[in-house]
């Protein structure tokens, strides 16, 4: 057991917020890092809509969600959590083509092209909207993978 004794707050240690194969019940390491999931996607994407086109590799959030993703060796809980996240952006992705882009999420790349200035403001309408906020990730770890989940795996 770690001493953490003096320390005001042990937060700063969460290198990895959430660990699906640890612990499913970890409110405090699920909301953080659903927080740092929303602040990654809004910064990558929002940054990227002056471009006409853009693509965002899923590497890139996670890294930027978690700081040790490209050192963390534990493939099964980072699949668990690449799944869900999946689930969490196929929506957003959704609201996106609400404003007439073209937006897609093929073989762990996210495809946004079709950006106009007037749909550039309202896919950042959306990103900061409540509804973006409150989003959920589901988080169940089934182990049941999905037909999708295999070609970009399989090799």
Request: aromatic letters at 8%.
């Amino acid at each position: 057991m770690m001493n953490l004794e003096g320390i005001d707050s042990p937060e700063p240690l969460r290198l990895i917020p959430y660990d699906p194969t640890i612990d499913n019940n970890d409110s405090v390491g699920i909301e953080i890092l659903e927080r740092k999931l929303r602040a990654s996607i809004t910064s990558f994407i929002g940054r990227s809509l002056d471009e006409e086109q853009f693509d965002l590799d899923e590497n890139e959030i996670m890294k930027a969600a978690i700081d040790v993703w490209d050192y963390w060796d534990d493939r099964d809980a980072k699949k668990a959590l690449v799944k869900s996240v999946r689930s969490y952006i196929n929506p957003i992705l959704k609201e996106i083509r609400k404003s007439g882009a073209v937006a897609s999420y093929q073989h762990k790349v996210i495809s946004v092209n079709s950006i106009t200035p007037k749909r550039a403001k309202e896919i950042r309408k959306y990103l900061t909207s409540t509804k973006f906020r409150k989003g959920k990730i589901d988080w169940d770890d089934s182990s049941q993978m999905e037909f999708g989940d295999v070609h970009d795996d399989w090799q």
